[in-house]
């Protein structure tokens, strides 16, 4: 029997699922961004509607969740607001990486950043995965598995990139500024990882209620 049979509300399940469509798409504008900079500059634009959407979406979320007499969900409010907020933080930490670019007039991207976008676009993709298998109440533990492999990628992307630069004999300046880049990357990489660790701790919940 899945959570739908059981009447879990569809609008609130529905409402986290395009969360996740958003962050999906913030890190596909990403990569673009990144892959064709400065080119693609006018993306950072698009990203910032994302960050905009994603603004709304969870605040949607959070005012279904505090309907709880009259919703039901396969989370607790406290997770699905940890949850939600998780899910918007990975587009702000996008969108912010974005924002820094223009800010600090990069003019040709790093090829860490450019991988670093890789592994964004893959931990949206095992999100969305996530989701779609706790919506359905399938196995979603290696989508999970996935996104922690991703993380420490993104762990080794971020010193690679940051030894780079100091190796390079780089001005100090340019040196400061992709530090900066290089840390919004890791924070919505971790923000990913921060979404794993909730759906971990609402899979653990459902196992002892059955």
Not at 93 to 98: G, I, N, P, R
Not at 105 to 113: C, F, L, S
Not at 135 to 142: D, F, S
Not at 168 to 181: E, H, L, N, S, T
Request: charged fraction near 25%.
């Amino acid at each position: 029997m899945t959570f739908w049979q059981r009447g879990v509300d569809a609008a609130l399940m529905g409402l986290v699922e395009e969360a996740a469509r958003n962050v999906q798409r913030s890190s596909l504008l990403m990569r673009e961004l990144l892959t064709d900079y400065p080119e693609r500059a006018t993306l950072a634009q698009d990203l910032k509607v994302c960050e905009q959407e994603g603004d709304r979406i969870t605040h949607d979320i959070i005012h279904s969740l505090a309907g709880r007499g009259r919703v039901r969900a396969p989370f607790d409010a406290s997770d699905g607001y940890a949850l939600a907020t998780a899910l918007d933080d990975i587009v702000d930490h996008s969108e912010q990486a974005a924002a820094q670019l223009g800010l600090y007039g990069v003019e040709a991207p790093m090829e860490q950043a450019v991988e670093f976008t890789e592994v964004l676009v893959g931990a949206g993709e095992q999100i969305a995965q996530a989701l779609r298998c706790l919506r359905n109440g399938t196995e979603l533990g290696p989508h999970l598995v996935e996104i922690h492999r991703l993380e420490n990628e993104g762990d080794r992307l971020q010193r690679d990139g940051v030894a780079s630069l100091f190796a390079g004999g780089i001005d100090p300046m340019v040196v400061i500024r992709w530090k900066d880049i290089f840390e919004s990357l890791e924070a919505a990489v971790d923000a990913c990882e921060s979404v794993a660790h909730v759906l971990e701790g609402i899979t653990l919940k459902q196992r002892h209620r059955r």
